[in-house]
């Protein structure tokens, strides 16, 4: 197995590993030790199936079964289908699953370790694939936050909340996603987070607080937190901060749901995609399996 990184932001290729076959112990504690210093893993080719995925998937932790799960692979609620495929007129997959900037079950109390995306069908134009998938990268945010950012905010948490994004996305004109049921608001309850978190793999500090979900700091009036709120979301979304990803189909992508947010381009209308996704929350002890 070999590491090239691919970009100075966040990026590296993990290359010489058919994912089919389970990660040795030494194979995966080096697979951890790359998301911490890399936060975006790419691992080419991969043919294997949805068994093996998630398999593969659950090395990293519990596989969340999605509260608003509409559409998951056959006799696996955990892998979810992402897609703007249509059968018999109707969608096999969410079509607009992560378009807006978020960090994926900041709204848990158990928050998430990883996601892990298997490109199926990446939609090309004029030979340039489309349906990117950009990141900025978190630990960097924080470390250039002024210092009197950094000591009005240690100590403090946001509320994170589920219905955020997706009333957001309802919102969007010709959005076709349900509202949220009554039970599904029940099992998702807003949850507090620490602002300022320490990594799980590399010790540091990473700046914890995205657009998608956040919705207020704590104990904080009102007025102040939408400005502070305001503040923080431009500060993370610097062109400095940014990384894309631009798909090849077979690709396996592993990125840090900590140290990392994401947001999924919506710029291939009808042209097919059609991604597998697991959301693993972050349930092991991440420091001693990458020693
Ligand atoms: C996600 O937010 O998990 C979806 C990302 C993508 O489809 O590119």
Known sequence: MEIKPTGPVLGADIVGLDLATPPTTAEFGGILR????????RFPAQTFNTDQ?????????????????????????????LSNIL??????????????????????????????????????RDGKPLGDTQ??????????LPDDIKTRLAGRTATHDFAKFWDMMRARPGNTRPPLTEAQRARKPAVSHPIFMTHPITG???????????IRIDGMDPAESDAMLD??????????????????????????????MHNALADYGDIPRYMRRVQVAATADYAAMAA
């Open 231 to 260: 503040y923080l979301f431009r500060h993370q979304e610097q062109e400095k901060y940014l990384h894309i990803h631009h798909w090849t189909e077979g690709d396996v992508l592993l990125w840090d749901n900590i140290g990392t």
């Open 34 to 41: 790359a998301l911490g210093a890399h936060g975006v893993l």
């Open 87 to 124: 059968k018999d007129g109707k969608p096999i997959g969410l079509g607009d699953a992560g378009q807006g900037w978020h960090t994926d079950m900041s709204y848990s109390e158990t928050i998430s370790i990883c996601n892990i995306l298997h490109a199926q069908k990446v939609p090309v």
């Open 204 to 214: 540091k500090k990473v700046l914890y607080c995205n657009v998608g979900y956040a």
């Open 135 to 144: 990141f900025r990268n978190l630990h960097a945010a924080y470390e250039d």
């Open 53 to 81: 995925f998630a398999a593969f998937g659950a090395r990293f932790g519990e596989l969340e079964v999605n509260v608003a799960n509409l559409f998951h692979e056959p006799g696996h609620p955990e892998v979810m289908i």
